[in-house]
């Protein structure tokens, strides 16, 4: 069985630990039963998980005045997996409610600026954290909960915290606490007037489609690839390369390692990246070479020496692709040419700044390409991988 064949396990926020988490419910079935398809609502999903146990659920349900994100725990789905389906925050108009599972919150944040129309986009989206100490526009208040009173009873009312300063404070008619039930109530409320009544007024269609990734036989150029395994995986690989069923389904591939990513998150560009640019690879090298030491074969790749610093304890492995799905090709070559180049520049001074190095990022990620649409040509071709791998994918393991 290939880790294709899975079928990912649709979650649903079933969690009731707060007062939206009902009608949060509604939404994605009655969401669901339109195939995700309401005029102004646009949903964005997530897929996660491992081998044999895969997930998906709904991770963002926006509008034009709203935004609800899915990402709070309710419960684990195997040794491995937590089920993250519960609805974590609210966005409506000049306000948003956050909870949290073990319940340390709830956090929420009151608009207070006068320009909702222009800042509406930066409140739904942006991370509000120490607005005055950041020196930033004065656009928000933030009210926490769990507050215990001094009879030891837990408060129903949001309270403005400046932080220790880093805040800004309540001024003048804002309140200084807002009811917390009155909070869920209103929220609640808005919900269903602008959100599932929207949704029940769409009739359901008369036909469930279902969306499945096709495999892509792969038809690159090289018969086999090179990369490293850390030995923190070499047990369960080799188990699953004898018998998968060896092993609980969520540790049923032969992906390994925890690579670099191609962009790291802190590079700026200031051009557009491929969608796939910042997400996370297996590393692998196009060529091999045998060298002698002390009589013995060994066989060595110019990438492998530098993912060798981060796993010091390794393997290297053969793969032979069968599917080119999310395999793609970069020139390894561009950043060091960009970065030679860089350094040239800014002679006598010795060190990139983020911003120069960034660029060496940027100039090997606009290499990149799908395996399959590769036509040769790259100084330093390398491999990245996407996916999970089958064990049947991995050739053999260095002894």
Known sequence: MSIFDVKPKFLYPHSRQFPFDSIASDIITELEKRNWRVPGIVVEFDSYGSGEAKYKKVRYIRGQDFKLTFSRKQGMLDSRWSDTAALCSVHISHECLEVFEDESGPKYYLYVGDKWQEDKNWFMNSIKIHAKLN??????????????????????????????????????????????????????????????????????????EETHEKLVPYNGPWERIFSICPSSDLDRIRKGIENPEQLPPEDRYASFGSFPRLVPLWVRAKTNLSKVARDEFCWCDTNQRITNENGKQKISCHIISELVSHFPCSKLVSIKLKYANNVYVIDDAEFDETKQKLSKKIKPRIRLTNDELSKAFVARAATIVPINEYKGGYQKPVVLIGRELDFDEIEWIED
């Not at 926490?144 to 009173?149: E, F, M, Q």
């Not at 949001?158 to 805040?167: A, G």
């Not at 008619?173 to 929220?187: A, G, K, V």
């Open 135 to 208: 020196k930033e526009p004065r656009r928000y208040l933030l009210y926490l909960g769990n507050h215990t009173g001094e009879n030891g009873v837990r408060s129903s009312m949001l309270i403005n915290t400046t932080d220790c300063d880093r805040e800004y404070a309540a001024m003048d008619n804002e309140p200084q606490s807002i009811s917390l039930d009155e909070t869920f109530e209103r929220i609640i409320g808005w919900l269903k007037a602008n959100v599932l009544d929207n949704i029940l007024n769409n009739p359901e269609p008369t036909l469930v």
